[in-house]
């Protein structure tokens, strides 16, 4: 069962959207950087965080993690100035892509595309895939392209 936050109801739309981060398709790699500067939570957990960024949903962050080569595992702040610019670029290439699709598309090169096959293999490298669960959310990463 999803644990959403609920519905709330409100005469001033603005009150809500105040309380989210940047669009992620919109936001600059320095307000990016600035967002994931100093936490110690792991980075998908901080990706689907819409506090920090908004827009991102599950399916979205193991892409963008995938592409970066980034354990959803990695603490924030073990992310160097490099993983960032990456996972940025990353970010803005998949949304793009989904945005123009309307959808997070289950292309047979993305990591999406192969979550629900049995067995699951990475796309790039054909290792196993990893279930796992990440800040609660079910999560799907190659232990071999995305090593801590």
């Known amino acids: 069962m999803r644990k959403l936050q609920g519905l709330r109801l409100v005469a001033d739309p603005d009150r809500v959207l105040r309380d989210l ?38 399916l979205l962050a193991d892409e963008i993690l995938w592409r970066a080569r980034i354990s959803p595992r990695r603490p924030c702040h073990r992310l160097a100035e490099s993983d960032i610019a990456t996972l940025h670029a990353r970010m803005r290439a998949v949304l793009r892509t989904s945005v123009r699709d309307e959808r997070v ?22 290792t196993g895939l990893r279930r796992g669960r990440v800040g609660g959310r079910g999560t799907v990463w190659c232990p071999r392209c995305q090593e801590s």
């Open 21 to 58: 981060g940047p669009d992620a398709l919109t936001v600059s790699r320095s307000d990016f950087a600035a967002a994931f500067a100093g936490l110690r939570r792991q980075v998908k957990t901080a990706l689907v965080d819409q506090t920090l960024i908004a827009g991102l949903g599950n």
């Open 105 to 126: 598309p289950p292309r047979r090169g993305w990591l999406t595309g192969h979550r629900d096959d049995r067995p699951a293999v990475c796309p790039r490298c054909r």
